[in-house]
């Protein structure tokens, strides 16, 4: 940040200013005495002079004596030398002499009380430059012993300052990084925990069916295949969970880089429900779009489409048998909406706040569900710029509601 408030300076300047004005009104008020008193002392003389010559010689016109003193002719000094006086190095008037010494003592001392003051004025601003500085210096230390406390109550609009409080930016910005590694690590230790139970469940099953299948080489075809099926279901189950997370962690590292297009909204939607066709058609639910088709929004298609899939199969998990999902999708000046409606058990008002975190399963959740699939709905969505909110009521109906802002 280049900075370009010098109050501290700019004051230090005005004083610097205000001495150097108020000592040229001194001195133009010392040299107007002095011309004074010299003018004083020269016409006391000449008048007296003047007095002597016309009581002596009262036959001199007074214009000639006024012609004399206004001449700009010079004479030599032959005359005045034999009063031992040289008017090129001395006055004639010796008194004149004793009031220059004075003047000239006093000048000086002005002179040289304006240089101490302005010296005093630099020297003030550099100490206190020097002490914010030190302060500066202090608050990098303490930065740097982990140590976040910055005051800035007493921080003025000068560079040095404005400097203070971008440190005290810096500052903030390094505590919430040390905060939220912290928390990351909190984080990584519940993810990994949650993952851990995750996966622990469905291999133990296998396990067990796969023990079951081998202690008893005699078991009939019907449960053997029954056995197989839920070992088939659970490596489904473990498999989605897996990708999932990968997903999850690449978004969360910012690894992913999404290759925006305008894509319609119609396509997005009915290659979603080709996703989840099969899984429909076991449990006889019909997904019915309405929309317009020139609806259109700036996306990544393939991660949407992943996203969508995702709401979708959460609706048919959550979704009555041989009922129906509405999809609408619509779009105005400020945003496009898509709206997933299902109408089966609902969501818990408890359960409402908390589904899309990670591993969350409410009270209606099926026995298949890991609690992954929302979240990961909803880190595509925000991260392609949208946002999604869910309404339900119970044993009723829910809809998501997904919009993406221009």
Request: hydrophobic content about 35%; charged content about 25%.
């Amino acid at each position: 940040m280049k900075m370009k408030n010098k109050i501290e300076l700019k004051k230090s300047i005005i004083a610097c200013i205000c001495v150097i004005l108020i000592i040229d009104i001194v001195f133009a008020i010392i040299c107007n005495n002095q011309y004074k008193t010299y003018t004083k002392n020269f016409n006391y003389k000449i008048n007296q002079i003047v007095e002597t010559i016309n009581s002596k010689y009262p036959n001199i016109e007074k214009i000639e004596i006024m012609e004399i003193l206004n001449s700009k002719e010079n004479t030599d000094n032959s005359l005045l030398k034999e009063y031992g006086i040289d008017i090129q190095k001395e006055a004639v008037i010796l008194e004149n002499d004793r009031y220059f010494k004075n003047f000239l003592i006093l000048n000086i001392t002005i002179i040289t009380t304006l240089g101490f003051m302005i010296l005093f004025i630099l020297l003030k601003y550099n100490y206190i430059k020097d002490k914010k500085l030190k302060q500066i210096t202090n608050y990098i230390e303490d930065i740097n012993n982990k140590n976040y406390k910055l005051h800035i109550e007493d921080n003025t609009q000068d560079e040095l300052s404005i400097l203070k409080n971008e440190v005290y930016k810096t500052t903030v910005m390094l505590k919430e990084v040390a905060q939220n590694s912290k928390q990351d690590k909190i984080n990584l230790k519940n993810s990994l925990s949650d993952i851990s139970h995750q996966l622990k469940t469905p291999l133990t099953s296998i396990e067990i069916m796969l023990d079951n299948i081998l202690d008893n080489p005699q078991m009939d075809n019907e449960t053997k295949l029954e056995f197989i099926k839920d070992i088939k279901r659970q490596i489904i189950n473990i498999n989605f969970l897996v990708n999932s997370l990968l997903k999850l962690s690449k978004l969360d590292a910012n690894s992913i880089k999404f290759i925006n297009k305008t894509e319609k909204v119609e396509d997005i939607i009915n290659q979603s429900i080709k996703n989840v066709e099969s899984i429909c058609d076991l449990r006889n639910i019909e997904i019915k779009v309405q929309g317009q088709v020139e609806n259109k929004i700036n996306c990544d298609i393939k991660w949407q489409v992943e996203a969508i899939t995702n709401i979708l199969k959460n609706a048919i998990e959550h979704s009555n048998e041989n009922s129906k999902i509405n999809i609408n999708y619509e779009q105005n000046n400020v945003y496009t909406k898509i709206e997933i409606t299902d109408f089966g058990k609902g969501i818990n008002k408890e359960d409402l706040p908390h589904i899309f975190e990670r591993f969350y399963k409410g009270k209606n959740s099926s026995s298949n569900s890991v609690g992954i699939g929302l979240a990961l709905a909803k880190t595509i969505i925000e991260n392609n710029g949208g946002y999604v909110q869910v309404e339900s009521k119970e044993n009723e109906e829910t809809t998501f509601i997904i919009k993406y802002v221009y």
